[in-house]
Nanobody, 118 residues
Framework: QVQLVESGGGLVHPGGSLRLSCAASGTILSFVGFYTMGWYRQAPGKQRELVASITGGGSTEYADSAKGRFAISGDNAKRTMYLQMNSLKPEDTGVYYC?????????WGKGTLVTVSS
């Protein structure tokens, strides 16, 4: 099992930036072979949706809404994943969850709230 702890959320004005972090811990086996980690967002009254993901090998994918504004990265040595969010919009508001997936097994953090408002 993997434990995930998010941090870095907060209140930011439209056009501002935030950097989210996800610290991961668990068995070494959870971080070998093929696995992905990702950031999901759940806006009020909406379903959780994928924002960005990264594989253990460094391949990335982004939701259309995140392309050109967000950047996902990872530090394998620190087992930490980041999401740099720039040019934030009110529609980016939501709880951001960190996810680890390996062999169809999902682990989730408790989330960090991002509020984009003037």
């Amino acid at each position: 099992q993997v434990q995930l702890v998010e941090s870095g959320g907060g209140l930011v004005h439209p056009g501002g930036s935030l950097r989210l972090s996800c610290a991961a811990s668990g068995t070494i086996l959870s971080f070998v072979g093929f696995y992905t980690m990702g950031w999901y967002r759940q806006a009020p009254g909406k379903q959780r949706e994928l924002v960005a993901s990264i594989t253990g090998g460094g391949s990335t994918e982004y939701a259309d809404s995140a392309k050109g504004r967000f950047a996902i990265s990872g530090d394998n040595a620190k087992r930490t994943m980041y999401l740099q969010m720039n040019s934030l919009k009110p529609e980016d508001t939501g709880v951001y969850y960190c996810n680890h997936r390996r062999n169809a097994v999902d682990s989730w953090g408790k989330g960090t709230l991002v509020t984009v408002s003037s």
